[in-house]
């Protein structure tokens, strides 16, 4: 798995470049010192990974996230940075980033990357946890039903299932069984190609007006 790094402190980078380099699958091809460096550094190795920090000086990683995936739309950025601001998380989602992780895990780094490669959405503990107060901070317009091909019960479902209901939670609030909601979300998993209760929860975060 080949990766560049943008960030502007060199002292993270080469840490980051020496904790991902004790993996043998991983390779760290370039460094780059602001977010004006990643559309170059990315035309030229086209890494399987771009890691890239947020907040940097002449242009943010969330800038350099639009400009990369506005040219390649396929590639696959991962966000690592020290804030967790729900903007940059908002906007992060948007823009088709692969993940977004605290810097404070760094032990969690090379597993994340190993499931972006996997075409998974990665989000750390603190980020996942948050993710109902996401939509609780804005208007809010369901997911195409045409689109997705989704009932009226179904997506019911799968706003509780954002705003962190249990199975049990979510089965009070509409007086069904536990059952009924099981089979519901296997049903869901099966209709939008999902692999777990998180990626329902950031489908549906990422298909409603608020991060758009």
Excluded: C, W
């Excluded at 086209?46 to 400009?67: F, H, N, Q, W, Y």
């Excluded at 940059?88 to 032990?107: D, H, P, S, T």
């Amino acid at each position: 798995m080949n990766v560049v790094i943008i960030d502007d402190d060199p002292l993270v980078s080469e840490a980051l470049r020496t904790i991902l380099e004790t993996d043998p699958d991983v390779r760290v091809l370039a460094l780059g010192k602001d977010g004006s460096d990643a559309l170059p550094l990315y035309e030229e190795f086209k890494p399987d990974v771009l890691l890239m920090d947020i907040r940097m000086k002449s242009m943010t990683g969330l800038e350099a996230g639009e400009e990369v995936l506005s040219r390649y739309p396929d590639a696959r950025i991962l966000f690592l940075t020290t804030f967790s601001d729900d903007d940059y998380v908002i906007k992060a989602l948007r823009m088709g980033a692969k993940g977004y992780l605290l810097k404070q895990k760094f032990e969690s780094i090379v597993p994340s990357l190993k499931a972006v490669m996997a075409e998974q959405s990665v989000f750390g503990e603190e980020i996942i946890a948050r993710l109902p107060l996401f939509r609780e901070n804005s208007q809010r317009k369901a997911p195409s039903l045409e689109e997705y091909r989704l009932t009226p019960r179904e997506l019911e479902i799968l706003s509780l299932i954002a705003e962190g209901m249990s199975n049990k939670e979510i089965a009070e609030k509409l007086f069904i069984s536990e059952g009924t909601v099981r089979n519901a979300i296997s049903l869901l998993l099966e209709k939008l190609r999902l692999k777990s209760r998180t990626q329902l929860a950031i489908f549906y975060l990422k298909n409603t007006s608020e991060i758009r």
